[in-house]
T-cell receptor
Framework: DGGITQSPKYLFRKEGQNVTLSCEQNLNHDAMYWYRQDPGQGLRLIYYSQIVNDFQKGDIAEGYSVSREKKESFPLTVTSAQKNPTAFYLC?????????????FGAGTRLSVL | AQKVTQAQTEISVVEKEDVTLDCVYETRDTTYYLFWYKQPPSGELVFLIRRNSFDEQNEISGRYSWNFQKSTSSFNFTITASQVVDSAVYFCALSEAGSNYQLIWGAGTKLIIKP
């Protein structure tokens, strides 16, 4: 089945620790995205990538880092610089271009601070 | 400036009632797309519909229908004969040619269907 897989489903971070959220897609999509969702809020874009080895900051990139070494994978690292990381993180992918820009989402990762 | 406005924060109706979720957008582009997504309690966002700016035809899919009106910059979503399984948060979103088709999200409307 084609889709987007995020892991883990739940993640706990200790103070001063970096943690990495995994996102893998087998839809052959060019673009991938990371969003943050706080309780009762909408989605905010953290980073996105439209091609391998290239990515751009979204609206709230501070305290986060990403890499795009493979088309299928777009891991997100929440660094110790992110002082309020507790949130629901969603990964999405899409084709690029206006006519193909439907974003499809993974099931999400819930990150909490211990 | 907010480009996608979902003024209804939460709506609660009894099962089998019809309900309309409002979405108002703002754009200067002539080429743009509008979307609706559903987020059930599990959290995963589910794509429902995309409309491009050149197609103002209304769309019906089962109990779901969408009314796109450029004159009022609105893209409203109606659920007919609502069911408990429709309970979710619904997001409206906009993508514009001028923003490289990145999605601009509304704040979402939480829909509660009571049995």
């Amino acid at each position: 089945d084609g889709g987007i897989t995020q892991s883990p489903k739940y993640l706990f971070r200790k103070e001063g620790q970096n943690v990495t959220l995994s996102c893998e897609q087998n839809l052959n999509h060019d673009a991938m995205y990371w969003y943050r969702q706080d309780p009762g809020q909408g989605l905010r874009l953290i980073y996105y990538s439209q091609i391998v080895n290239d990515f751009q900051k979204g609206d709230i990139a501070e305290g986060y880092s990403v890499s795009r070494e493979k088309k299928e994978s777009f891991p997100l690292t929440v660094t110790s610089a992110q002082k309020n990381p507790t949130a629901f993180y969603l990964c999405a992918s899409s084709w690029t271009g206006g006519g193909k820009n439907i974003q499809y989402f993974g099931a999400g990762t819930r990150l909490s601070v211990l | 400036a907010q480009k996608v406005t979902q003024a209804q924060t939460e709506i609660s109706v009894v099962e089998k009632e019809d309900v309309t979720l409002d979405c108002v957008y703002e754009t200067r582009d002539t080429t743009y797309y509008l979307f609706w997504y559903k987020q059930p309690p599990s959290g995963e966002l589910v794509f429902l519909i995309r409309r491009n700016s050149f197609d103002e035809q209304n769309e019906i899919s089962g109990r779901y229908s969408w009314n796109f009106q450029k004159s009022t910059s609105s893209f409203n979503f109606t659920i007919t004969a609502s069911q408990v399984v429709d309970s979710a948060v619904y997001f409206c979103a906009l993508s514009e040619a001028g923003s490289n088709y990145q999605l601009i999200w509304g704040a979402g409307t939480k829909l509660i269907i009571k049995p």
